[in-house]
Every structure is written in structure tokens, then in C-alpha cells.
């Protein structure tokens, strides 16, 4: 887990570095395709020139995500930082729809740009800051959890492709009588525009929320089972306010004869050691189960492989308990996103299971398979 320090260090750095490599290419690009009249060079500079903003929207807004929960905002306000992601990736989209009008229009009206060796040198040059943009900008929003830097590392490379594209116009353009840089203008615009949309698609799926993924689910896992008499972890939910401030909840197993002050203090201790190494602060709920007993065990086996010959949608149960003197069974029972009927699907599994067992009743939820 990097720490806060660190993070706002390394988002400062690269922020910054962004907006002084961008704002020289846009200066000696602007200059370049004004004097060629290339359309792509100077729809290349525009792009630039919208990176530079990018970096200065992504400090800004991390700016605002570090303030201190207020009243009103007791969570904090962590999320801005997927705001700026979505502003950024809005402004690479607008620039590419300006740049995509200014290219069409070179098609339909083409002139030869006129490029010396010095416009192909500030081409090259671009190629490689953009290489360098994208690498650290890449690894460091990887490093310390920033979509907002990871997005602009993307962005980055696709504008090496973007400048390619530039470079191979300048060359070819005296070569023919086709509107190479008017055509190259629109891949250019295309490949920003398809930036911008994989953005906005990637941080709009952020706010949403997101499944937490396999590593982080099995750390949990983990954590709980050096915590006994907890067992297992269900029904994982993860809600970020920010990298910086994810909570939780989580469902545990217990015994029914364990006494309430040691599932507590397990409670208390996984949470913190969670805390500790994953920076997620997470709540318990608890399930009492008796699966500790053989004749319980088979019955709980059993009943998942009734479940599964039933319908190809279950996946797992957890918190089996059986009641003896009420003849009764409680349980959850996990299926995937396939199932839309869930009363439908109770009542067929739970015909199926009356059907093996028909002295006992069944109780049980259908939960979602969310971890």
C-alpha cells in the first residue's frame, strides 16, 4: 500500500512533467505545422495542447480529493479524482471531434504541406516525449492507484501512434497527388476520438462500481483465516470513495457454541490487520452455522450437488445451518448474473431439495455472485 505522502508526490510529478513537456511540443508543433500548413501537425498540436489541460484538471481535482471530510461529506472527497479522469477524457473527445472537422475539410479542399528537415526532427522529437509520457505516466498511475494518470498514459500512447501517422504524411505528402495529410488528419482524429471513448467507458464503469478482483478477494480471505473461529468470506462488497478510502462489508461463518466476546475480538482484529494492509476498512456479518458436524457437512455437500443438478446457475452456498428441532435449513445459496427470476429459481430449487429431503423445510436467499 503506498503511502499518502508518496502518492501525492508522485501525482504532483508526473502532473507536472505532462504540462511542460506537452506545453514545448505544442509551442515548436504549432509553429511547425503554421509554417507548413499541415493540417495533421497542427491538429497534433491542438491534441497537445488539450494533454497540458488534461495535467492541470488531473492536479486541480486531486487537489480538491485531498481536502478533509466535512459534514456534509463525511467519506470525503476522494472521488473527484475519477471526476477529473471523466473531464479529462471529455476534453481528448472534444478534441477530437474538432480535430476530425478540420481534417475533413483538408480533404476536400488538399494542399501540399511544405515540411523541411527541421519539421520532420520536431515530429521524431515528439514521438520520443510522447514514449517517455506514457511510460511513467502509465507506471505511476499504476504504482499508486490514479486512474487519472493511468487515462493520460494512454492517451500519451496513442498519441505516438497519433504523431506517426504525422510523420509518414510529412513524407509522403510531396510524393503524390492524394490528400495524404488531410487522411492522415482523420486517423489522427480517430485515434484520439477512440482514446477519449475508451476513457469516458473506463471511468464511467469506476463510478459505477466495480466487482472487486480475484487478488484483492483472496487477501481478505486470507486475513479472516488467520482469525479464528471466523471462516470463509462472503458477499464481498467493496465501495471506493477515492483510492485512498475504500469500505466494506463482509459476511463470516462462526460456530453457534462460540461465545460471543472471541468472535468479537476475531472480528475486531481481522479488521484492523485488513485495515493495515489493504487500507480497506471493512464491516463483519455473521453467520452461525453447525457445519462443523459430519451428519450437517454431508447434508450441506449434498444439497449443493442437488442444487447444481437443478440448474447450472448455482455456484456456491455458504451459512448452512441445520435446525434440528424445528427441522429446518437455513442457508445462502451464490448463482451468477445469468439468473434474472430469482423467486422462479427459489421455488424450482426448492422443490428439488423438499424432494430429497422431505422432512425438512428450506430457507435460504439467492445472492448475486458478487466476489
Known amino acids: 500500500m503506498v503511502r499518502k505522502e508518496d502518492r501525492q508526490a508522485t501525482i504532483t510529478r508526473v502532473s507536472l512533467t505532462g504540462i511542460v513537456v506537452n506545453t ?27 494533454d497540458s489541460v488534461s495535467s ?15 459534514r456534509k461529506h463525511p467519506l470525503g472527497y476522494g472521488r473527484m479524482e475519477y471526476l477529473s ?3 479529462v477524457s471529455l476534453l481528448v473527445l472534444v478534441t477530437g471531434v474538432q480535430c476530425l ?40 498511475g499504476r504504482r499508486v492507484d490514479s486512474q487519472a494518470l493511468v487515462a493520460t498514459g494512454k492517451d500519451a500512447l496513442s498519441d505516438v501512434l497519433v504523431t506517426s501517422l504525422t510523420l509518414i504524411s510529412a513524407l509522403l ?25 475508451s476513457s469516458i467507458l473506463e471511468t464511467a464503469s469506476s463510478i459505477m462500481g466495480e466487482r472487486p478482483d480475484s487478488e484483492t478477494v483472496g487477501k481478505i480471505r486470507a486475513v479472516i483465516a488467520k482469525h479464528p473461529p471466523l471462516k470463509g468470506g462472503y458477499d464481498i462488497i467493496l465501495h471506493s470513495y477515492g483510492p485512498e478510502r475504500t469500505l466494506g462489508t463482509c459476511n463470516v461463518e462462526v460456530p453457534i457454541d462460540t461465545h460471543a466476546e472471541d468472535i468479537f475480538d476475531a472480528m475486531t482484529d481481522a479488521t484492523h490487520d485488513i485495515m493495515k494492509s489493504m487500507g480497506i476498512y471493512l ?5 452461525a452455522v453447525n457445519d462443523y458436524r459430519s451428519d450437517v457437512r454431508q447434508m450441506k455437500e ?39 427470476n430469482y423467486a422462479e429459481l427459489k421455488k424450482q430449487l426448492e422443490a428439488r431439495l423438499k ?17
Open 56 to 70: 492541470i484538471v488531473t492536479m486541480a481535482f486531486y487537489s480538491i480529493g485531498k481536502r478533509r471530510p466535512t
Open 24 to 50: 514545448i511540443l505544442v509551442v515548436f508543433k504549432a509553429a511547425t505545422g503554421l509554417a507548413s500548413g499541415s493540417v495533421s501537425v497542427i491538429n497534433d498540436a491542438v491534441n497537445n495542447a488539450a
Open 173 to 197: 505528402g510531396p510524393l503524390t497527388k492524394l490528400p495524404v495529410d488531410g487522411i492522415a488528419g482523420v486517423l489522427v482524429s480517430l485515434f484520439i476520438l477512440y482514446a477519449g471513448i
Open 283 to 287: 464491516t463483519f456479518g455473521m453467520y
Open 302 to 340: 449434498r444439497a449443493l450437488a442437488v442444487m447444481k443438478e437443478a440448474s447450472d446457475s448455482v455456484l456456491s452456498l455458504h451459512a448452512f445451518h441445520v435446525h434440528f428441532d424445528t427441522r429446518m435449513v437455513h442457508f445462502d445459496v451464490v448463482v451468477d448474473f445469468r439468473v434474472h
Open 101 to 140: 472537422r478540420s481534417a475533413i475539410e483538408a480533404i476536400i479542399n488538399p494542399s501540399v504541406p511544405d515540411m523541411n528537415a527541421l519539421g520532420i526532427a520536431v515530429i521524431v522529437v515528439s514521438i520520443l516525449a510522447k514514449v517517455f509520457l506514457s511510460r511513467i505516466s502509465t507506471t505511476s
Open 85 to 87: 479522469a471523466l473531464i
Open 355 to 371: 424432494e430429497e429431503w422431505p422432512d425438512f423445510d428450506f430457507e435460504f436467499w439467492i445472492d448475486p455472485d458478487y466476489a
